[in-house]
């Protein structure tokens, strides 16, 4: 394992856990962090080891309310609180002696494929970026869900929205489950592939506050996609369900500088075996191709 410490940084009052990988002579930053409710320890440890053994610095960061992070209640997916402990991410990583603040890139997968599109969009300072698996349009992803399962999160997301403004505790939603379930992901590669992420020792809590799913169909990166000006590389897995390839294609499409790349496979494929070595090879050419070792 490439030598990582254990850092903290502040975002809106709130410490978020991070690990920072810092190779010697290092100047280039990669930051990253998960998708819909993952940690750290879900794999993402083993794409900033292979940054870092290129001699690229990496920052890997739980959001608040998740992992190892502070914030209550916990569980809670909150996509304006996510966007904004990116921010405070790449700001950490800004400040640091040492690192070129001009050469910050950023990674996420699947829900942070597509925070990553709107940070990008909105900071013309970010030198590269990588969408894995990308989300780009909740609404087009909430149709896909078919009208029943969609119904069935919305009945939920009401329950916990109510029960939030009544003072309750949040109501949870599994993040994954079983084909029928009411998880918000139920494909039948859906539990097995998140799991299979799970080192031995990780007690993962597979669940989100309901709420998020009042919220999802609005959030759509694919409108900001356009504004991106830095290199974007589309890492894509042509039998994935849960974020569609087509969607992520037309995405592409709109940004000026994109790369795509394809591979065979569902949604969880490029995070372990044989799937992942390819990708995570690709990636570490494409940052170093814009960052520099």
């Known amino acids: ?19 920072l990988y810092r190779p010697e002579g290092a100047e280039a930053c990669v930051v990253l962090a998960h998708g819909w409710t993952g940690v750290r320890e879900q794999r993402l440890d083993a794409f900033a080891e292979r940054f870092a053994r290129a001699g690229l610095a990496a920052l890997v960061f739980d959001y608040r309310h998740f992992g190892g992070s502070d914030g209550e209640p916990r569980s809670l997916l909150d996509i304006r609180r996510q966007l904004a402990d990116w921010r405070a991410a790449v700001a950490y990583v800004r400040g640091l002696d040492g690192l070129d603040p001009g050469r910050v890139a950023l990674w996420g997968s699947s829900f942070s494929g597509g925070h990553v599109i709107e ?79 799970n080192p031995a020792d990780l007690d993962w809590p597979n669940e989100a506050a309901a709420r998020i799913a009042l919220r999802v169909a609005s959030y759509r990166p694919i409108r900001k996609v356009a504004r991106v000006q830095c290199p974007i590389l589309f ?53 170093l191709r814009h960052l520099g070792g």
């Open 119 to 197: 940070v990008a969009a909105e900071d013309p300072g970010i030198a590269a970026a990588v969408a894995q698996v990308p989300f780009v349009d909740g609404l087009a992803n909430l149709l896909r869900l078919g009208p029943r399962h969609a119904l069935r999160l919305t009945v939920e997301g009401l329950r916990d929205q109510l029960g939030a403004l009544a003072g309750r505790p949040p109501h949870m939603v599994a993040s994954v489950g079983p084909p029928g379930s009411t998880a918000v992901m139920n494909s039948p590669d859906a539990e097995p592939g998140f799991r299979a992420l």
């Open 1 to 19: 394992m490439a030598d990582r410490i254990d850092v903290n940084f502040d975002s809106g009052g709130t410490r978020c856990a991070a690990w």
């Open 235 to 287: 890492v894509l897995a042509d039998d994935d369900v849960i974020t569609p390839p087509d969607l992520a294609v037309k995405a592409s499409s709109r940004a000026p500088r994109a790369e795509v790349s394809r591979h065979p496979g569902g949604h969880f494929d490029p995070y372990v075996g044989e799937c992942f070595e390819r990708v995570v090879a690709e990636e570490t050419e494409f940052l």
